[in-house]
């Protein structure tokens, strides 16, 4: 089995910065892939950045240039720093992890529960 767990969401008025991290566990063999995404109400849920094994990162483009992620290979955790947060950034945000439970097995997503950061004064 494998758990993604996301902790750090909140509320913060716009302007202001916060940190999300997401940490996976369980049977794992190797993490390829973390990333975040998030959901606003009534609308699909959209990638905000990710990174790979070798720290290569995509963000999108809304957040570029506010948004960093960083992930800790040896901790298999993966965190997002926000700044200059605004309303349009308030979402339900997912920590997804694409990973191999054993050698040469197809990689496969897992979905944290989503933490809320909510962007409001």
């Known amino acids: 089995q494998v758990q993604v767990v996301e902790s750090g969401g909140g509320l913060v008025q716009p302007g202001g910065s916060l940190s999300l991290s997401c940490a996976a566990s369980?049977?794992?063999?190797?993490?390829?892939?973390m990333g975040w995404y998030r959901q606003a109400p009534g609308k699909q849920r959209e990638l905000v950045a990710s990174i790979s094994r070798g720290n290569w990162t995509v963000y999108a483009d809304s957040v570029k240039g506010r948004f960093t992620i960083s992930r800790d290979n040896a901790q298999n955790t993966v965190s997002l720093q926000m700044n200059s947060l605004k309303a349009e950034d308030t979402a339900v945000y997912y920590c997804?992890?694409?990973?191999?439970?054993?050698?040469?097995?197809?990689?496969?997503?897992?979905w944290g529960q989503g933490t809320q950061v909510t962007v409001s004064s």
């Open positions: 997804k992890s694409d990973l191999q439970q054993v050698r040469g097995a197809m990689i496969s997503g897992y």
């Open positions: 369980g049977n794992i063999f190797n993490i390829v892939t």
